[in-house]
């Protein structure tokens, strides 16, 4: 790095960004910078009972607009926040995850105890993820009872359009978000089930708002059927999925079909847990 010449877009004052004091009392510089804006803009969001424009949340970090802009684009492609009509932004599914476990931890229920019941009456594996930019990822897991081991793991990315997680969090989308994220993650194959023409993907997405619920038909993992239902916030937004994962030849697709009625009372304990 080197050590002298002109102020960068990423300077701590650049760009009419406002040099906030530390708790230190000086202004963020050095290394340092970077970090402390982003997790201002997080903490302004957090601290935000309702979507807010761009312009009030660049004051409350002491941030100019243009470099609030381009964190806000970050935020949103990593699932940190959400952005709505009108240039109004709120906090997103990610933030409400880490808000779930650890508010949850000393409350009767918990994300990790709710699933815990649910794969102790279906004897499935459980799966519970959130949006992590143009992929999935799976926040907790509880393994199944059956001898065949899912290869998954928490902290595990997945496509987007192949998952039965993936489709509830897509289902949410306008149709703006959706063609820009198709745009930039694709639709790849992963098995000969997976759907990978736009058109498929808009068909599939009408039945997952009209049933409630989303399969995964063998698209992500062969042998490896799996039925997730939408986590929804009180303000309607999808804040993530809890699936059921099942092998097939273990398991018929009838039976995998008649687990949504306790998936669907797993994701009505969980959703308060994931805020407004």
């Known amino acids: ?48 009972q309702a979507p807010v424009p761009l312009a009030a949340l660049a004051a409350s970090a002491g941030l100019s607009k243009p470099t609030a802009h381009r964190l806000l684009r970050v935020l949103t492609g990593e699932g940190w926040a959400v952005a709505h009509e009108g240039g109004n932004y709120s ?27 649910l794969q102790k ?11 992590s930019g143009d992929r999935i990822i799976y926040t907790h897991k509880v393994e199944g009872d059956q001898p065949f081991a899912m290869a998954s793991r ?27 994220l198709v745009g930039r993650a694709g639709l790849g194959r992963r098995t000969d089930a997976t759907i990978t023409t736009r058109a498929a993907l808009d068909e599939e997405l009408a039945r997952v708002r009209e049933g409630g619920f989303a399969l995964d038909e063998e698209e992500n993992e062969a042998n ?21 994962s099942t092998v097939t030849f273990v398991v018929a697709r009838e039976e995998v079909l008649a687990l949504r009625g306790a998936l669907t009372r797993t994701a009505h304990r969980l959703e308060p847990l994931f805020g407004s």
């Open 121 to 131: 009456e279906v004897r499935q594996t459980v799966h519970v993820g959130v949006r």
């Open 154 to 180: 928490v902290g595990m990315y997945q496509p987007l359009h192949s998952t039965a997680i993936g489709k509830c969090i897509l289902s949410g989308l306008d149709a703006g978000a959706l063609d820009a």
């Open 1 to 48: 790095m080197p050590s002298a010449g002109p102020a960068s877009s990423d300077s701590p004052v650049s760009g009419g960004d406002f040099p906030r004091p530390a708790s230190g009392g000086q202004a963020p510089s050095g290394d340092g910078a970077a970090p402390r804006r982003l997790l201002r803009l997080i903490d302004a969001l957090c601290s935000a």
């Open 224 to 244: 490896v059927r799996c039925i997730a239902v939408p986590l929804h916030t009180t303000g309607r937004q999808v804040a993530g999925a809890v699936s059921i």
């Open 91 to 117: 906090i997103g599914p990610a933030v409400r995850a880490l808000g779930a476990a650890i508010t949850g931890s000393g409350s009767r229920d918990s994300i990790e105890r709710v699933i815990v019941e």
